[in-house]
């Protein structure tokens, strides 16, 4: 075979591949986190033997950034992206930009902004507004920022808006993505398919995250008991139209986040049901 036809041969198959699985499975580490508190080394050997390769941080468990790369590479795991807190960006965004470039991270994620009270429209513009900055400095480094949704932000206003709804508008699209952490949009009574139809092309990634069928919804407080988690493909989510949705609407990531009480246990569960779905490590 000449170089040419190998060459051809090789894209046609990159290109069957990224058709067959455009979106890979990742693992958010926060699911792990035990395991990853006791022993980084043995967390990190874990989390490959569970057959992710794709992985989203959530700090670096006493270790330096560094010496987490080093554990991820040893394992052939990929840190794609880190979620980093919101303050810590306002106060030390060079250190955040550092420890993410260490990481191997492509983007950064904030999961949480710090509110006392109703999350409200003020306090939606002042993030707005952070987010905006957040993103002009990383992207000045060839990353992304990205808001990762937490359920506060969907309880509705008098005008029947959100300050979701705020984040979204006042945000500019080349600076500021949204991973959708579809437990917690389904936890506030929020249609996830409807919302990625409502903003398409916002929403990059996907917190995987099942809800029990039957959980109470129409809450706002970011917070629920573990027993409301279940494996994925056990609760009320219907997965098949949201991934297609999401598929159409751009979301390039997809990490299982498994807050239930056993996520060893779970996560192979959620693994093997998203197979069917063309959805795998």
């Known amino acids: 075979m000449t170089m040419k036809l190998r060459l051809a041969a090789a894209l046609t198959l990159a290109s069957a591949a990224l058709a067959a699985d455009p979106n890979p499975l990742g693992l958010q580490l926060w699911s792990v986190r035990a395991p990853l508190t006791a022993s980084l080394p043995s967390g990190m050997a874990q989390v490959k033997a569970l057959g992710f390769t794709m992985v989203e941080s959530a700090g670096t468990y006493a270790h330096t950034a560094k010496e987490m790369r080093a ?6 795991i990929r ?9 810590t960006l306002l106060s030390d965004m060079p250190g955040a930009i550092a420890e993410a470039k260490t990481l191997g991270s492509s983007f950064v994620v904030v999961a949480w902004i710090p509110h006392k009270t109703q999350f409200d429209v003020a306090q939606a513009r002042v993030a707005a507004k952070n987010f905006n900055a957040f993103g002009a400095a ?34 500019d699209p ?14 506030a009574g929020v249609d996830p398919v409807k919302l990625l139809e409502q903003y398409p092309g916002r929403f990059k990634a ?6 029990r069928k039957g959980a ?10 573990a027993s409301d988690n279940v494996a994925v493909g056990q ?38 049901y998203l197979d069917t779905l063309g959805l795998k490590p």
Do not use: C
């Open 235 to 272: 609760g009320s989510v219907d997965w098949p139209t949201l991934l297609e949705a999401g598929r159409k609407a751009g979301v390039e990531y997809s990490f299982i986040e498994d807050e239930t009480s056993n996520p060893l246990a779970n996560i192979p569960l959620s693994i093997k």
């Open 206 to 211: 996907f917190h995987v995250k099942d809800m």
């Open 138 to 171: 990383l992207k000045a480094q060839g990353m992304r920022f990205g808001y990762h949704t937490h359920g506060y932000e969907f309880r509705p206003l008098p005008d029947g808006t959100t300050a979701f709804d705020v984040l979204v508008k006042e945000t």
């Open 174 to 187: 080349d600076l500021v993505f949204f991973e959708m952490d579809v437990f917690w949009v389904a936890n």
């Open 79 to 87: 840190i794609v992206g880190s979620h980093i807190g919101y303050d």
């Open 71 to 76: 554990l991820a590479d040893a394992n052939g």
């Open 216 to 225: 109470p919804t129409g809450l706002y407080e970011g917070s629920a008991p």
